[in-house]
């Protein structure tokens, strides 16, 4: 039988063995469809598993990698058929079932969807968890009402993977788009991106007050912590934050305060275990609203066999905006 390459993580007391494998279909997971898989990326989340900085490995040895895009070469299930492009996101994968980083993939059809048509390969995966998390936060803004009429919505980790493209859509929706980073050096980059204006992470960084001067009328933060407590109590009367992200902390040290005397919302946004609906939803969506020459601006292109050395650079903040592995 044929085999191909796969990114292994094994169990160990030093954190994760990481080896090059050559596995055969037989060494896949169950699922009811084999993909060859074409281009997989690198997330936050990725870059905790390789380095072993956080357990999002729950199943070991583990493929990595919790987005992939490829090609159906075998399939059980009615609803895709050999030759069928498809897209995965979450649900699992790289963490209790083997992911992306390998030729193929067996996964369950349930977890699938079909690659919009709007988008190559190479982009799905330039968008990615990242950027599918991105708009899930925008869809999450408009359900509470936050319209670019009501004054400027702030995006935090701008320069990173879910802030770079929250920056892109948001810009192109009409908000007035204020982004916040601790790179001043990528402030071009950002207001190419359609940033109004760009701030300073540290402005985030203190102590949060009960309340604050009424800033933003909604905001997208990865940051969690502080920087998400800081940003609750600077939103309008009747604001909402989306929150996805955990990059500075897990903690949330604010109050009551900003709720219950401005009505502020605080949009929880997860992007693993979204119902298929509403992921075909925010991906018909990425296919009208994201603007195809800032998402290529936004992006890198790697070969996979460069992903361990940038699992780290992702986590010390040095990827700018997403990254496209070629599995090949
Ligand atoms: P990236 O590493 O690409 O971007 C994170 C950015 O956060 C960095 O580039 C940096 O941006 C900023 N940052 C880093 N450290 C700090 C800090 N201490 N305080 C404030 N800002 C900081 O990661 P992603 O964009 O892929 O993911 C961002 C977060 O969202 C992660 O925590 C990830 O786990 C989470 N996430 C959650 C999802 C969900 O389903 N809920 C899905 C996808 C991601 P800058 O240099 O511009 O300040």
Same mark, same amino acid.
């Given at each position: 039988?044929?085999?191909?390459?796969?990114?292994?993580?094994?169990?160990?007391?030093?954190?994760?063995?990481?080896?090059?494998?050559?596995?055969?279909?037989?060494?896949?997971?169950?699922?009811?469809?084999?993909?060859?898989?074409?281009?997989?990326?690198?997330?936050?989340?990725?870059?905790?598993?390789?380095?072993?900085?956080?357990?999002?490995?729950?199943?070991?040895?583990?493929?990595?990698?919790?987005?992939?895009?490829?090609?159906?070469?075998?399939?059980?299930?009615?609803?895709?058929?050999?030759?069928?492009?498809?897209?995965?996101?979450?649900?699992?994968?790289?963490?209790?079932?083997?992911?992306?980083?390998?030729?193929?993939?067996?996964?369950?059809?349930?977890?699938?969807?079909?690659?919009?048509?709007?988008?190559?390969? &190479? @982009?799905? #995966?330039?968008?990615? +968890?990242?950027?599918?998390?991105?708009? /899930?936060?925008?869809?999450? %803004?408009?359900?509470?009402?936050?319209?670019?009429?009501?004054?400027?919505?702030?995006?935090?980790?701008?320069?990173?993977?879910?802030?770079?493209?929250?920056?892109?859509?948001?810009?192109k929706l009409g908000y007035q788009v204020i982004a916040s980073t601790?790179?001043?050096?990528?402030?071009?980059?950002?207001?190419?991106?359609?940033?109004?204006?760009?701030?300073?992470?540290?402005?985030?960084?203190?102590?949060?007050?009960?309340?604050?001067?009424?800033?933003?009328?909604?905001?997208?933060?990865?940051?969690?912590?502080?920087?998400?407590?800081?940003?609750?109590?600077?939103?309008?009367?009747?604001?909402?934050?989306?929150?996805?992200?955990? &990059? @500075?902390? #897990?903690?949330?040290? +604010?109050?009551?305060?900003?709720?219950? /005397?401005?009505?502020?919302? %605080?949009?929880?946004?997860?992007?693993?275990?979204?119902?298929?609906?509403?992921?075909?939803?925010?991906?018909?969506?990425?296919?009208?609203?994201?603007?195809?020459?800032?998402?290529?601006?936004?992006?890198?292109?790697?070969?996979?066999?460069?992903?361990?050395?940038?699992?780290?650079?992702?986590?010390?903040?040095?990827?700018?905006?997403?990254?496209?592995?070629?599995?090949?």
């Amino acid at each position: 039988m044929e085999s191909f390459k796969a990114l292994q993580l094994h169990k160990s007391d030093s954190g994760p063995d990481v080896r090059w494998v050559d596995l055969t279909k037989d060494d896949l997971m169950e699922g009811d469809v084999v993909v060859r898989v074409s281009h997989s990326t690198i997330n936050y989340k990725d870059g905790l598993a390789i380095t072993g900085k956080a357990p999002v490995v729950r199943k070991w040895p583990m493929i990595p990698g919790i987005d992939f895009c490829g090609t159906v070469v075998e399939s059980g299930s009615p609803e895709y058929a050999e030759g069928d492009e498809v897209i995965l996101n979450g649900w699992g994968v790289g963490e209790t079932h083997f992911g992306g980083y390998a030729q193929y993939a067996r996964v369950s059809s349930d977890w699938l969807v079909p690659k919009p048509s709007g988008f190559s390969a &190479a @982009q799905t #995966m330039a968008i990615g +968890t990242a950027g599918y998390t991105a708009m /899930l936060c925008v869809l999450a %803004l408009e359900k509470n009402a936050v319209s670019p009429a009501d004054g400027p919505v702030l995006v935090t980790g701008a320069s990173g993977g879910v802030g770079s493209v929250a920056v892109s859509l948001l810009a192109k929706l009409g908000y007035q788009v204020i982004a916040s980073t601790g790179r001043q050096e990528e402030a071009p980059f950002l207001k190419s991106l359609g940033a109004a204006e760009i701030v300073d992470r540290a402005e985030f960084s203190g102590s949060p007050k009960p309340l604050s001067k009424e800033r933003w009328a909604g905001a997208i933060d990865v940051a969690g912590s502080g920087t998400l407590a800081n940003i609750i109590s600077q939103l309008q009367y009747g604001g909402t934050v989306a929150a996805c992200g955990l &990059a @500075q902390g #897990m903690d949330l040290p +604010t109050s009551v305060a900003p709720f219950i /005397l401005r009505g502020v919302t %605080l949009a929880g946004v997860d992007s693993v275990m979204v119902p298929r609906e509403r992921r075909i939803v925010a991906w018909n969506r990425l296919e009208t609203d994201l603007d195809r020459d800032k998402l290529a601006e936004l992006t890198q292109t790697f070969p996979l066999s460069e992903v361990v050395e940038l699992a780290p650079k992702i986590l010390a903040g040095q990827v700018r905006g997403r990254v496209v592995l070629e599995i090949d």
